[in-house]
T-cell receptor, first 113, second 111 residues
Framework: NAGVTQTPKFRVLKTGQSMTLLCAQDMNHEYMYWYRQDPGMGLRLIHYSVGEGTTAKGEVPDGYNVSRLKKQNFLLGLESAAPSQTSVYFC????????????FGQGTRLTVV | KQEVTQIPAALSVPEGENLVLNCSFTDSAIYNLQWFRQDPGKGLTSLLLIQSSQREQTSGRLNASLDKSSGRSTLYIAASQPGDSATYLCAVMVGGNQFYFGTGTSLTVIP
């Protein structure tokens, strides 16, 4: 009963490097989300997807790209990492929008030096 | 833009006390409100989900209320235990696909 799984759990990048964060869910959820959590600012939505093959921008999308090639996976990419992207990243999923509960992964702690 | 505020930012209580955490939001056009618990270095665990048409939800020692018209929700924890120590986050769902989160209340229950 895995739920929402994020890989990796920790990563240190140098400025300008690229990386991809993987989110996988086994609950057959349609909606998937990527958030970042920063001290004093709460969680903010980066991108989301309402189904396989779809993506949309959230509140803070700049510097990130996403893809949803398979229903169970949602990838978050950083093309050229910047120190401002140092954060904890959370993936979430829900069955549908609005009236259903959201389930979160354990987070990825990313440091950009 | 929806803004979510949680007061207090931190709370320390002796074991056994009943307590209330507060959440307020600026735009009453929400789909639902969800309370989460976050332990240090961990992800978010859903506690209670209240639909916009509901007034409250209960789970064990937890009771959450929602007053959409005033833009407020409360999370009531009865007979607090040291294991309840964590950060509690509230989030409102807007537009059917985006949660707006508060910055949380850090709760410490002292044995």
């Amino acid at each position: 009963n895995a739920g929402v799984t994020q890989t990796p759990k920790f990563r240190v990048l140098k400025t300008g490097q690229s990386m991809t964060l993987l989110c996988a869910q086994d609950m057959n959820h349609e909606y998937m989300y990527w958030y970042r959590q920063d001290p004093g600012m709460g969680l903010r939505l980066i991108h989301y997807s309402v189904g396989e093959g779809t993506t949309a921008k959230g509140e803070v999308p700049d510097g990130y790209n996403v893809s949803r090639l398979k229903k169970q996976n949602f990838l978050l990419g950083l093309e050229s990492a910047a120190p401002s992207q140092t954060s904890v990243y959370f993936c979430a999923s829900s069955f549908t929008s609005g009236g259903t509960e959201a389930f979160f992964g354990q987070g990825t702690r990313l440091t950009v030096v | 833009k929806q803004e979510v505020t949680q007061i207090p930012a931190a709370l320390s209580v002796p074991e056994g006390e009943n307590l209330v955490l507060n959440c307020s939001f600026t735009d009453s056009a929400i789909y639902n409100l969800q309370w989460f618990r976050q332990d240090p270095g961990k992800g978010l665990t859903s506690l209670l989900l209240i639909q916009s048409s509901q007034r409250e939800q209960t789970s064990g020692r937890l009771n959450a209320s929602l007053d959409k018209s005033s833009g407020r929700s409360t999370l009531y924890i009865a007979a607090s235990q040291p294991g309840d120590s964590a950060t509690y986050l509230c989030a409102v769902m807007v537009g059917g696909n985006q949660f707006y989160f508060g910055t949380g209340t850090s709760l410490t229950v002292i044995p």
